[in-house]
T-cell receptor, first 109, second 115 residues
Framework: GENVEQHPSTLSVQEGDSAVIKCTYS??????FPWYKQELGKRPQLIID?????GEKKDQRIAVTLNKTAKHFSLHITETQPEDSAVYFC????????FGTGTRLLVSP | DTEVTQTPKHLVMGMTNKKSLKCEQH?????MYWYKQKAKKPPELMFV???????INESVPSRFSPECPNSSLLNLHLHALQPEDSALYLC??????????????FGDGTRLSIL
């Protein structure tokens, strides 16, 4: 079955810096890759997603890149703000959605 | 309005109790999901309903019994749970049945504690 690894587990940045979170997946048949943000005590919220026929997607300060050959995908957040602080989960999907282990992002003012 | 509503928000029950978790969406979505999330862990899939029929059961113990009465409602019936079943139970929905490769919208979850 699918296995998704996510790094780093914790990421601390200063406000205004960029943050990058990386994931690798094992099942080459996976074709949908969403990213979720989960604030403490709240629901996971979809922030961006990408399909396997696309290499990069951007939405304002957030971008995701996908390398199908290497089975890597990454989340890039630019100009980070304190409200970006949360746990971020990547996920990969073919027959079911499998989540990575999560990255706790802390943005300090 | 992209909203999935779950009740109750919190539930404390004994190991011999029977209770139910409820999930509702009015977005016309045809796929609904139950996930279990332990503290500081990612959500783990339990069940998938597609067009009101159970399509995936991730080998969940029979003390968890899902039910989809109609396209807007999803229940999770609980009976004889164990302390290790304490977790946040998340419901999600997505627009199309037949595929999980699409955005899933989560509810706020039910935080379940088993005494």
């Amino acid at each position: 079955g699918e296995n998704v690894e996510q790094h780093p587990s914790t990421l601390s940045v200063q406000e205004g810096d960029s943050a990058v979170i990386k994931c690798t997946y094992s099942d080459s048949a996976s074709n949908y890759f969403p990213w979720y943000k989960q604030e403490l005590g709240k629901r996971p919220q979809l922030i961006i997603d990408i399909r396997s026929n696309v290499g990069e997607k951007k939405d304002q300060r957030i971008a995701v890149t996908l390398n199908k050959t290497a089975k890597h995908f990454s989340l890039h957040i630019t100009e980070t703000q304190p409200e970006d602080s949360a746990v971020y989960f990547c996920a990969a999907s073919f027959q079911k959605l499998v989540f990575g282990t999560g990255t706790r992002l802390l943005v300090s003012p | 309005d992209t909203e999935v509503t779950q009740t109750p928000k919190h539930l404390v029950m004994g190991m011999t109790n029977k209770k139910s978790l409820k999930c509702e969406q009015h977005m016309g979505h045809r796929a609904m999901y139950w996930y279990k999330q332990k503290a500081k862990k990612p959500p783990e899939l339990m069940f998938v309903y597609s067009y009101e029929k159970l399509s995936i059961n991730e080998s969940v113990p029979s003390r968890f019994s899902p039910e989809c009465p109609n396209s807007s409602l999803l229940n999770l019936h609980l009976h004889a749970l164990q302390p290790e079943d304490s977790a946040l139970y998340l419901c999600a929905s997505s627009q199309e049945g037949g595929t999980v490769n699409q955005p899933q919208h989560f509810g706020d979850g039910t935080r379940l504690s088993i005494l």
